[in-house]
């Protein structure tokens, strides 16, 4: 293993962004170019390059090395096109943007740097002497092409680039010292804790499918150490170079704590082995409110310029990488602490996050994730999986309504309306200031233009931000040449010069103007259309609602015809294919391009707000659109408050998981409740090599009574006052049985609401605590400091609280702590709209419509409520179920084994002996 070669691989793209960049975070500016360029973009590619000539060749592979004394590194890429002609060669580099072309000056610096860097590497394997770039930038709209020609000798070129290998290599040596470090600490590590019963299994079972590269389903028992099962065997797979990183993903912060804590076990152990935790933006970020650009944040301001040299430092200071040591970084380089986290989980062993910075196509890390990252070895841990499937049904979907184009379009013209009054009164005027830019220059990053190379950032250094964007000289850089030594030393400058200043200013200003007015007319236009679409998808959907006999008909089955239907819920819907919606998907992409041009003009305030929450959530549902198959559905609705919606709602995420997941090469899904196996493996991957492993609880099953309570019931026509005394009876008898603390769950607000007041108004002495909507973090702590030890002999506490809810997984409550729980129903989820359509689709699949979806999913929030209770070998505790359901077979058989064999039936009138019983055997 030592004599493996170590190869560093970096894509042009990935190295010119990293090692050129500069200046501000912005996210005024940039941001559907980079979400539409792999879409729209490669469609335009492939058109440009057509039009090419003989000797023309397009996507032509390129690839350079460089031996340095530990490792090999090495840079590859793909070339656009490359045009020759006998010793003549041309290096074409294609570029779509939604930017008006007239307004693209000069390259943008990174676009140029990349085609330098085909060039250098295509001109040294064919002894060209010089070669010629070609910079096409193409709008994505009109498809018109303006290009920049440049030609360089391959000296310049050799200089250039290597002084860019230089500057990188500072990051590859530090990379490659690690990498070594790591390794050596991980030979002879062995497992920190004595193996409890089939941990060992496990950890053997994991380190195989790592081997193997395949995916693993486990299901294991809360208590037998999951994390630490698969964290230490993915550990000893990177020391041994099958694999580059780990990604521990997770769906609730209180899991993340656990993975950040086998981590740091590893590491006193003496693993060398550095792991982040990504925080949400809104936790890392300075502001109330994250606004990432410079006019809102300071930190935004040049960012870019020092953001790589905090990066070094913390990495070379080899200190933690918490929450609070990456805010003290970055407040000391003045930098964004979110996006610095980003970018240092680039040389992290291994990454914690939650699920969709890996799988949610609107906020997954571009770095390994994006169209244009590439397949890397990763490997994905992923905890709590069984929330993965709806989780990922929601990441998968999207909807639009025809009311939001009409809010826009109004909010246009309000702007277009402010721009004739300013027009009449002069400009600039302060009134207007909060619709436009404070410097009137063009905000896109396609309008950037820099020079590429190591000696810009020096030239850059003392131009202001608005030269940089707009490739113009401002006045302070152009005049100095011609202020008189006098003004200089009094600071004056002369009336020509004010002049001059104010002239260009006025002009800069009126083309801003121009631009504006011109791109709020055509966004208008855009929107207008897509109003018209969706107001006909509507009369549509009223035309066939008519047809009683159509509507029952289509939906008993949506998925074979396009039609209208009335929900259990009482929305009016119709069903689409996916062709018969092309219209406005195509109108979406033309106004996406439009209003980032408006943005990019329109300064701080609540139009520019409005407009951007807008922009978003249309380049969303494209981005969605763009993964439509047959596994989606989409149906139109209107709301109760007469709102028409658009929605693609996606029923089964397994390939788009599968997608994600293929960027990796090994994949262990982890749960104490994936039951029954079969179903989540249908539904988290589409691969057919998939395998599963069942881990026995290690834990005596004489320590735990499980009761259903048979004369109870839940069902919705049960639901009566009579009903909810009995159930507030049930608790009070397990809790009079045994003093200690219990938590009892329910399958909604309403019925918790319902119950704990009769349980209250019955039983005044006991103490409760009741879990609340939309609870904030500190009212969460809270309610779990009730239950952070055990009660003093004799008292205890009831806990209320709601099924699939934040208390019924991933809280650890061992010992006295907890010693049992009461679950109120069989959890099924409420009867909706899209619970019907999957049952539907299910139905036509595999004949299971009822069981994948409503019972399978309520089973699994029983199971995670039990799980609460006996957490350790030493811990003993009830579980009562109360619903004579669960002794239905089709219930029994979603049971775990001991489940099934353990269940003991109990009513009421003897339900306490049973209980008093199983503590007197303690």
């Given at each position: ?109 990174v676009h140029l740097a990349q085609a330098m860097c085909y060039a250098w590497i295509y001109g040294s394997q064919n002894n060209l002497k010089k070669i010629r770039i070609c910079m096409t930038y193409v709008n994505l709209e009109t498809e018109a092409e303006k290009k920049f020609m440049e030609e360089y000798t391959l000296e310049e070129l050799r200089d250039w680039f290597m002084n860019l290998i230089a500057e990188y290599e500072r990051w590859s040596d530090f990379q490659v010292h690690w990498t070594e470090k790591r390794n050596a600490s991980v030979h002879g590590l062995e497992f920190p ?540 008898a397990a809790a009079s049985a045994r003093r200690g603390n219990y938590l009892a769950f329910f399958p909604s607000y309403q019925m918790l609401q319902d119950v704990s007041e009769i349980f209250s108004e019955k039983y005044p002495e006991e103490k409760t605590a009741v879990q609340e909507p939309c609870m904030e973090e500190k009212q969460r702590e809270e309610f779990l400091r009730m239950f952070q030890s055990a009660p003093p002999e004799g008292t205890g506490r009831i806990g209320f609280c709601v099924m699939g809810g934040i208390f019924s997984e991933g809280i650890d409550l061992t010992g ?107």
């Open positions: 293993m030592k004599d493996e070669e170590i190869i560093i691989r970096t894509s042009v793209r990935a190295l010119v962004e990293f090692i050129l960049r500069s200046g501000d975070l912005d996210n005024r500016r940039g941001g559907w170019a980079e979400r539409e360029a792999m879409a729209a973009g490669s469609r335009v590619h492939r058109k440009v390059q057509g039009r090419r000539g003989t000797g023309y060749q397009a996507e032509v592979p390129l690839r350079w090395q460089k031996k340095e004394k530990t490792y090999t590194l090495v840079v590859e890429g793909r070339a656009d096109g490359i045009l020759t002609a006998g010793k003549n060669a041309m290096i074409e580099e294609i570029k779509g943007v939604y930017a008006d072309l007239e307004r693209i000056t000069e390259p943008v610096n804790f004595p193996y409890r019963k089939g941990q060992h299994e496990l950890v053997v079972d994991i380190y195989r499918t790592i081997l193997r590269k395949k995916q693993l389903f486990v299901q294991a028992p809360t208590g037998i150490g999951k994390t630490m099962s698969a964290v230490f065997p993915a550990v000893h797979a990177l020391g041994e170079r099958k694999a580059d990183k780990i990604f521990y993903l997770t769906a609730r912060t209180i899991t993340r704590t656990v993975a950040e804590e086998a981590f740091l076990i590893l590491r006193a152990k003496g693993v060398s082995c550095k792991s982040i935790t990504i925080t949400a933006k809104e936790k890392m970020c300075i502001l109330d409110e994250p606004d990432c650009n410079p006019a809102s944040c300071p930190r935004a301001k040049g960012h870019f310029d020092r953001v790589n040299a905090a990066i070094f430092e913390m990495l070379t200071e080899g200190r933690d990488y918490t929450r609070e040591t990456l805010q003290q970084q970055a407040e000391k380089w003045n930098v964004c602490p979110f996006e610095m986290q980003l970018d240092l989980s680039y040389f992290m062993d291994a990454v914690i996050c939650d699920y969709n910075y890996v799988f949610d196509p609107n906020a997954k890390l571009k770095r390994y994730f994006g169209e244009t990252g590439k397949t890397g070895d990763y490997l994905f841990l992923i905890d709590e999986a069984h929330n993965l499937v709806d989780r990922g049904r929601e990441m998968y979907s999207a909807q639009i309504f025809r009311e939001d184009f009409q809010d826009a379009g109004k909010l246009a013209k309000e702007v277009l309306a402010h721009l004739d009054q300013t027009e009449t009164t002069g400009f600039p005027d302060d009134s207007g200031a909060s619709l436009f830019s404070e410097t009137g220059v063009l905000q896109a990053g396609t309008g950037e233009g820099r020079k590429a190379g190591a000696e810009a950032a020096a030239e850059r250094s003392g131009i202001p931000a608005e030269a940089a964007e707009t490739g113009e000289q401002p006045a302070a850089v152009t005049e100095r040449a011609v202020i008189p030594a006098a003004a200089a030393e009094t600071g004056e400058l002369s009336a020509a010069t004010t002049v001059r200043r104010k002239s260009r200013a006025d002009e800069k200003e009126r083309k801003r103007r121009q631009n504006l007015r011109y791109n709020l007319t055509r966004m208008r236009k855009t929107l207008q259309k897509c109003s018209r679409i969706m107001l006909a998808y509507r009369k549509e959907q009223e035309a066939q609602e008519e047809s009683e006999a159509c509507v029952e008909a289509v939906w008993k089955n949506p998925f074979d015809e396009s039609g209208a239907g009335r929900g259990r819920n009482g929305l009016r819907r119709k069903y689409f294919k996916r062709n018969s919606v092309e219209e406005l998907f195509t109108q979406l992409v033309n106004l996406a391009g439009q209003t980032e041009e408006v943005l990019s003009d329109m300064g701080e305030g609540e139009h520019r707000k409005s407009l951007l929450n807008f922009y978003f959530q249309i380049s969303d549902f494209l981005n969605i659109g763009d993964l439509l198959d047959e596994n989606y559905v989409v149906y139109s609705a209107v709301t109760r408050q007469d709102r028409f919606l658009l929605r693609l709602f996606c029923v089964n995420p397994a390939r788009n998981l599968q997608n994600c997941l293929n960027r990796g090469v090994s994949a262990v899904f982890l749960s104490a409740t994936l039951l029954p196996v079969r179903y989540y493996m249908s539904l988290l991957s589409s691969r057919t090599d998939n395998y599963a492993v069942a881990i026995p609880s290690p834990f005596d099953r004489n320590n735990r009574l499980l009761l259903i309570g048979q004369d109870v019931s839940t069902l919705y026509s049960r639901r009566t006052a009579g009903e909810f005394e009995k159930i507030a009876d049930y608790i009070y006295e702590r907890l010693i049992g729980v009461i679950i109120a129903g069989t959890g099924i989820p409420q009867i909706g709209e899209e619970r019907e359509l999957l049952k539907n689709y299910y139905d036509r699949k595999n004949g299971s419509g009822f069981d994948y979806a409503y019972r399978i999913p309520g089973m699994n929030k029983v199971l995670q409520s039990a799980g609460r209770v006996i957490r350790t070998a030493h811990d003993r505790g009830v579980i009562l179920l109360l619903d004579s359901r669960f002794d239905m077979q089709e219930n029994r058989r979603l049971f775990p084994a001991d489940w099934r064999e353990d269940a003991r039936l109990c009513s009421l009138s003897n339900v306490k002996d049973s209980l008093q019983s199983f503590w007197q055997e303690d």
